[in-house]
């Protein structure tokens, strides 16, 4: 019987490639796996087609290194099938990877032997993946998927304008420079949500975001009460008025975090969970973006998950 083989999809940018090809012998060796091989990205092809063809060809495992971009569309390719996906990070947020314990402490991530160590060794998880339907200004309508969080406002606003080489240099801490750029050049917007089965609302926002989970780099969880498997959609509504409004949003996120803390009564800041989500913007179409990477503007959004949809390969000790 032929030993399972796994494939990595890596984007050379973020990765060393050599360096993971000298890593790769001792851990097939030490976990029964056949001769890995290495799907390089490219700007043209940035990961999608190189999963298919994993996935064509038969590999029983397959790792995407590199960023959130990487990662979403290896996850995207995987969903609906029993192939699990392990995941080196290697990007500025690494957000799915951290929802699922890929982290050390707060701040850093697993290294790649370590991430490897998890690909090859560690437990299967099945998870699920968000999914939206949005509609573009021209009238077309699009399907995304995404592993953790997806937005429009301020967040979508500091990734379109946060500078490519200062985010290189400094890594998440240069998305501050993106949010001063969209304050000065846009405001809040105005929209209409409805969860599954109830009214519509109107608001006026500064951001919505819609999680499947919510920890994100420095250590707080925007999504405190998002499960990346119960089946549900969650959204942090932001509406903060002036620097006092941004502060009370602020704290509220942080209390969010405490333990048996649930602040009531902050108008700027509203949590919501259901199976469904529905969104129309009543003003100027919004950038969008999807664990971190934008993805153009858009006027309407139905957003649900996809229960299981995705086997994530997790450290073998731990909640993840």
């Not at 200004?137 to 606003?157: H, K, N, T």
């Not at 975001?209 to 998002?226: F, K, Q, T, V």
């Not at 959004?301 to 000790?317: K, M």
């Amino acid at each position: 019987m032929s030993m399972p083989r796994a494939a990595i999809i890596a984007n050379p940018v973020k990765i060393d490639i050599p360096q993971l090809r000298q890593l790769l012998p001792a851990l097939e060796k030490a976990h029964g796996y056949g001769e890995t091989r290495v799907f390089e990205t490219t700007a043209e092809s940035p990961g999608a087609e190189q999963a298919q063809e994993a996935l064509d060809e038969g590999f029983a495992l397959i790792v995407a290194a590199g960023g959130d971009g990487t990662v979403r569309l290896v996850a995207d390719t995987l969903a609906g099938t029993d192939v699990p996906l392990g995941i080196i990070p290697a990007g500025t947020g690494n957000l799915l990877a951290r929802n699922l314990g890929l982290a050390d402490n707060r701040i850093r991530v697993f290294e790649v032997e370590d991430a490897l160590e998890v690909a090859f060794g560690g437990r299967d998880r099945r998870i699920d993946l968000g999914e939206v339907e949005v509609d573009r200004p021209d009238g077309s309508r699009e399907r995304l998927r995404f592993g953790v969080i997806a937005g429009l406002g301020i967040d979508a606003g500091m990734i379109e304008h946060t500078d490519e080489d200062l985010k290189a240099k400094i890594g998440w801490l240069a998305y501050g420079g993106g949010i001063a750029k969209w304050l000065l050049g846009s405001g809040a917007f105005s929209a209409r949500y409805k969860l599954a089965g109830g009214r519509t609302w109107g608001t006026r926002a500064s951001s919505i975001m819609i999680g499947n989970s919510g920890s994100l780099p420095g250590g707080l969880n925007l999504l405190p009460d998002a499960d990346i498997a119960d089946g549900l959609i969650d959204m942090v509504i932001m509406r903060p008025r002036g620097p006092l409004g941004w502060a009370m949003v602020a704290a509220g996120v942080v209390a969010r975090n405490l333990p048996g803390v649930r602040p009531h009564g902050l108008h700027a800041l509203n949590y919501f969970q259901a199976k469904e989500i529905r969104l129309r913007i009543d003003s100027a179409p919004q950038d969008f973006e999807l664990d971190g990477d934008t993805a153009g503007k858009i006027v309407a959004l139905r957003a649900h998950t996809l229960p299981g949809a995705l086997v994530a390969r997790v450290p073998a000790t731990g909640a993840a």
